[in-house]
């Protein structure tokens, strides 16, 4: 059973640019959500993927964009981008079963993408 | 809009003693509450979860207390080993399904 595996690993970017981050889930898992984590806070959710479409978004400014394709896999994709951007961006994903949380519904993270804008 | 808060950046315990992480959290409508855990370089694991109709959930050497009229969790590890020292954060699951994140305890665990 292999993992969620993020890439990048690292990069930087400048101002004004744009990035694509992108994200394989875990075998079996059919959604995808993705939080964003500032140095000494706690991770920050985006928004979530189910079925290919947005399925929740967190309190960020539409130049943050995302996909998920149908073998469940993402993409992370930033406008525009600020300073206050820098930070790890974190993939998780999870299973609904026929749309519905089982129980806690645990996320499975993958390491990140540490994002720098100089 | 903090609803979810670990007010203790860090703390240090001593191997074999217990470990003590505390959350609190403001909003009464949150389904589920999970511990995970954060090494560096690697993404958040998973370690415990407790629903909110329940005060206790026991897993090896970890127990997570739920006081619901305190709006209180706390996280306890005994004995307490030099491995389990990482950055732990708490998290609560809204009707939404999802997961907002406290701002993380680092524990250190000294041999």
């Known amino acids: 059973e292999t993992g969620v595996t993020q890439s990048p690993t690292h990069l930087i970017k400048t101002r004004g640019q744009q990035v694509t981050l992108r994200c394989s889930s875990q075998?079996?898992?059919?959604?995808v959500s993705w939080y964003q984590q500032a140095l000494g806070q706690g991770p920050q959710f985006i928004f979530q993927y189910y079925r290919e479409e947005e399925n929740g978004r967190g309190n960020f400014p539409p130049r943050f964009s995302g996909l998920q394709f149908p073998n469940y896999s993402s993409e992370l994709n930033v406008n525009a981008l600020e300073l206050d951007d820098s930070a790890l961006y974190l993939c998780?994903?999870?299973?609904?079963?026929?749309?519905?949380?089982?129980?806690?519904?645990?996320?499975?993270f993958g390491a990140g993408s540490r994002l720098t804008v100089l | 809009d903090q609803q979810v808060k670990q007010n203790s950046p860090s703390l240090s315990v001593q191997e074999g003693r217990i470990s003590i992480l505390n959350c609190d959290y403001t909003n009464s409508m949150f389904d589920y509450f999970l511990w995970y855990k954060k090494y560096p370089a690697e993404g958040p694991t998973f370690l415990i979860s407790i629903s909110s109709i329940k005060d206790k959930n026991e897993d090896g050497r970890f127990t997570v207390f739920l006081n619901k009229s305190a709006k209180h969790l706390s996280l306890h590890i005994v004995p307490s080993q030099p491995g389990d020292s990482a950055v732990y954060f708490c998290a609560a699951r809204n009707q939404g399904g999802k997961l907002i994140f406290g701002q993380g305890t680092e524990l250190s665990v000294k041999p």
């Open positions: 998780a994903s999870s299973p609904l079963i026929n749309g519905q949380r089982r129980g806690a519904n645990v996320l499975t």
């Open positions: 075998s079996g898992h059919n959604t």
